[in-house]
C-alpha cells in the first residue's frame, strides 16, 4: 500500500506568460506528482539576487506518494519539459531568468540532509517571497528546524523585499478523491479491469472491492456445460456480487480517500442475458430487480472497451485453464450487452476509454492518458 506524503513547494517564473506557466506547471505537478491539495495567492516580487523581470510566487500544497529523491528527480523534469534551461552560472549563489522554477521547501517533518537535496529548504526562511504564499496554505505548520510555525517564521523574517499580492488566481486541479467516492470499473473478459482497478487503490489510496469469481465452484463446471451450470451460476454470482456491495459500499474506510471495484452488479444481468434460456432469463430478472433497486449506484463507470483479439490474447497470457476454450462470438455478445447497458443506462455516469492500443500495465504514458480522462470526465 502506497502512504501519502504532504510536500510542500514554492514555484516561480519571470519570463514570458508568467501566469501561465505557473498554472501550466500546477497542472502537471497534479498529473505526474499526486493530488494539488491547496494554492496559495499569486504574488509579484522583484527579482531575488539578480537584476532582472519581477518574479510571480506561489505555494502549494501536494499529497503524493514519492519519496523525496524521486520528488526532486520529477520536478526537476517538469522544469526542464516547460522549457527551464539550467546552467552552471546558476548554481550555488548565482541566479538567472527562469521560465518556472520549483522548489521543495518542507516534506512532511523530515529533515534531510543530501549531496543533492536538503529539507526543509535551505534558505526559505530567508525569502519573505516564499514564507508569504507559504503562510497563506500553512500558517500553522511548524517549519522542523526552526520549532516555530510557519507564520511566526514570517513575523520574525528579516527580509525587506516587497511582495505584493496581485488580482490573479491559479486554478487548483480537482484529484480523483474529491470528484468521486465511489468508481466502478468494468470491461469483458481480459479486459484488465481487476488490474486496473488495483493500480487505481494503490496509486490513490482507496478501497478496493474485488469480485470474488475464483471461489464460485460452478464457474468451471460452466466453460464445460454451459447449458447446465448457466442458472446456477448466475444466481450464486448475483448473489455473491448483491452480498459483498452491501457490505463493503455500507463501510467506508476512514483510512482511504474513495472506493474503487472491478465490477459492478448490473454486470450479472448483462452475462444472464447472454448466458440464460429465455424462462431462466425471467426469473432472474425478477430477483435482479429486487437486489438491483437497494444496491449504490457508482459515481463513475468506467467501462473498458478492447477488440476481441485484444481479449483472446489477453486471456492466453493469464492462463486460467477453464477460460481457454471462450470462443470469439462470446465475447462478443458479452460485449453487445455492455453496449446496450450504457445506452439505456441515461442516469449513470458513464466513461467509455477504448484500450485496445494501450498497455497500462507497462506502459507509465497509457496509464496516465487513463487517469487523465478520468479526471477530466464531467
Given at each position: ?16 506568460n508568467k ?26 516580487t522583484?527579482?531575488?539576487g ?10 502549494i ?14 520536478l ?28 521543495i521547501?518542507?516534506?512532511d ?16 526562511l530567508?525569502?519573505k517571497?516564499?514564507?508569504?504564499p507559504?503562510?497563506d ?18 513575523a ?27 468508481i466502478?470499473i ?24 474485488l ?6 465452484p460452478?464457474?468451471p ?15 450464486s ?10 457490505d ?9 480517500n ?53 481479449l ?21 455478445k ?43 470526465h464531467?
Open positions: 500500500m502506497s502512504i501519502s506524503r504532504i510536500t510542500y513547494l514554492s514555484l516561480g517564473s519571470n519570463q514570458e501566469l501561465q506557466h505557473l498554472q501550466t506547471a500546477v497542472a502537471i505537478i497534479a498529473e505526474r506528482i499526486g493530488g494539488v491539495t491547496r494554492v496559495s495567492k499569486v504574488y509579484k522583484a527579482s531575488w539578480f537584476e532582472s523581470e519581477a518574479f510571480l510566487n506561489i505555494c500544497q501536494v499529497a503524493t506518494i514519492l519519496n523525496p529523491e524521486t520528488l526532486l528527480q520529477k526537476l523534469q517538469i522544469e526542464k519539459d516547460l522549457g527551464r534551461k539550467r546552467s552552471k552560472e546558476c548554481d550555488g549563489d548565482r541566479y538567472q531568468d527562469r521560465v518556472i522554477d520549483i522548489d521547501l518542507m516534506f517533518n523530515e529533515i534531510i540532509f543530501d549531496k543533492n537535496l536538503i529539507v526543509p529548504h535551505p534558505k526559505m530567508q525569502r517571497f516564499v514564507l508569504v507559504l503562510v496554505i500553512a500558517s500553522k505548520t511548524m517549519h522542523p528546524i526552526a520549532k516555530q510555525t510557519i507564520a511566526k517564521c514570517l520574525v523574517c528579516t527580509d525587506t523585499s516587497e511582495v505584493q499580492q496581485i488580482d490573479a488566481v491559479i486554478v487548483r486541479p480537482i484529484s480523483i478523491s474529491e470528484k468521486y467516492n465511489y466502478a468494468e470491461g469483458n473478459i481480459g479486459a484488465g479491469k481487476t488490474t486496473l482497478t488495483k493500480m487505481f487503490a494503490n496509486d490513490f489510496n482507496a478501497k478496493i472491492v469480485e470474488r469469481f475464483a471461489d464460485n460452478f464457474l463446471k460452466f466453460y464445460e456445460d454451459k447449458d447446465r451450470f448457466a442458472f446456477p451460476l448466475e444466481m454470482f448475483l448473489a455473491d456480487r448483491y452480498q459483498q456491495l452491501t463493503d459500499l455500507a463501510q467506508f474506510d476512514l483510512f482511504k474513495f472506493i474503487v471495484s472491478d465490477y459492478y452488479i448490473f454486470k450479472s444481468l448483462i452475462f444472464a442475458q447472454v448466458t440464460l434460456q429465455n424462462d431462466e432469463y425471467f426469473l432472474y430478472r425478477k430477483m435482479f430487480d429486487i437486489m438491483y433497486k437497494e444496491i449504490t449506484k457508482p459515481d463513475l463507470y468506467i467501462y473498458l472497451y478492447q477488440n476481441t483479439d485484444r483472446l490474447e489477453n486471456i492466453k497470457k493469464r492462463g486460467r485453464d477453464y477460460e481457454q476454450n471462450i470462443e470469439p462470438a462470446y465475447l462478443e458479452i460485449h453487445k450487452g455492455y453496449a446496450n447497458f450504457i445506452k439505456t443506462e441515461e442516469h449513470l455516469n458513464t466513461l467509455v476509454i477504448d484500450v485496445s492500443d494501450l498497455d497500462f500495465v507497462s506502459n507509465a504514458k497509457d496509464y496516465q492518458q487513463i487517469i487523465n480522462l478520468v479526471k477530466k464531467p
